[in-house]
T-cell receptor, first 115, second 111 residues
Framework: DADVTQTPRNRITKTGKRIMLECSQT?????MYWYRQDPGLGLRLIYY???????NKGEISDGYSVSRQAQAKFSLSLESAIPNQTALYFC??????????????FGPGTRLTVL | DQQVKQNSPSLSVQEGRISILNCDYT??????FLWYKKYPAEGPTFLIS?????DKNEDGRFTVFLNKSAKHLSLHIVPSQPGDSAVYFC??????????FGKGTLLTVNP
């Protein structure tokens, strides 16, 4: 079973629509992250959360919002999707108390296309 | 300003030979570095890491070297195998537990 799951895996939507991407984890980690990947640009941090009551902006948070519903769930919303938000979106978790230190564990990704 | 740079978008090597992937960074506050491997349609998976207090870490066929004075690290894969063909991301982190990623290098290992 996957430790970090993302739904949906693929989504096509239209400009102006509200979209929610969901992430769940069974690793018991407190820290969760949302990234987007664009061709040739690597992974860029959108938002991160170090526990249920903690939400922080990353380097590219404009146009996005997040909700940490529980330790295991962290969702990303696009309130009004635009075409330049077409990208691969990854959720990740980490636990600094673990043997691997600050290693982050990634979900399989959501491919979002905004027409 | 890009703090973690992978200047080679792609690398092609023959099976059995050494693959060397390079990464440069600019922020001297980074105190640990990681390499991730990513196959198409999958999330990145952790490969190997190194703390800033070390200059080498080895795990099987994979070795990461860190040169702090040059702000440079490299990943060596010996011997390279076709299954190693993937995009490799270099990442760096500090006390804030956030990772900064490079743009990635596509490695192709030819049989």
């Amino acid at each position: 079973d996957a430790d970090v799951t993302q739904t949906p895996r693929n989504r096509i939507t239209k400009t102006g629509k509200r979209i929610m991407l969901e992430c769940s984890q069974t690793k018991g980690h407190d820290r969760m992250y949302w990234y987007r990947q664009d061709p040739g640009l690597g992974l860029r941090l959108i938002y991160y959360s170090f526990d249920v009551k903690d939400i922080n902006k990353g380097e590219i948070s404009d146009g996005y919002s997040v909700s940490r519903q529980a330790q295991a769930k962290f969702s990303l919303s696009l309130e009004s999707a635009i075409p330049n938000q077409t990208a691969l979106y990854f959720c990740a978790t980490s636990d600094p108390r673990g043997l691997a230190g600050n290693e982050q564990f990634f979900g399989p990704g959501t491919r979002l296309t905004v027409l | 300003d890009q703090q973690v740079k992978q200047n080679s978008p792609s690398l092609s090597v023959q099976e059995g030979r050494i693959s060397i992937l390079n990464c440069d960074y600019t922020n001297s506050m980074f105190d640990y570095f990681l390499w991730y491997k990513k196959y198409p349609a999958e999330g990145p998976t952790f490969l190997i890491s190194i703390s800033s207090i070390k200059d080498k870490n080895e795990d099987g066929r994979f070795t990461v070297f860190l040169n702090k004075s040059a702000k440079h690290l490299s990943l060596h894969i010996v011997p390279s195998q076709p299954g190693d063909s993937a995009v490799y991301f270099c990442a760096a982190g500090g006390s804030n537990y956030k990772l900064t990623f490079g743009k990635g290098t596509l490695l192709t290992v030819n049989p």
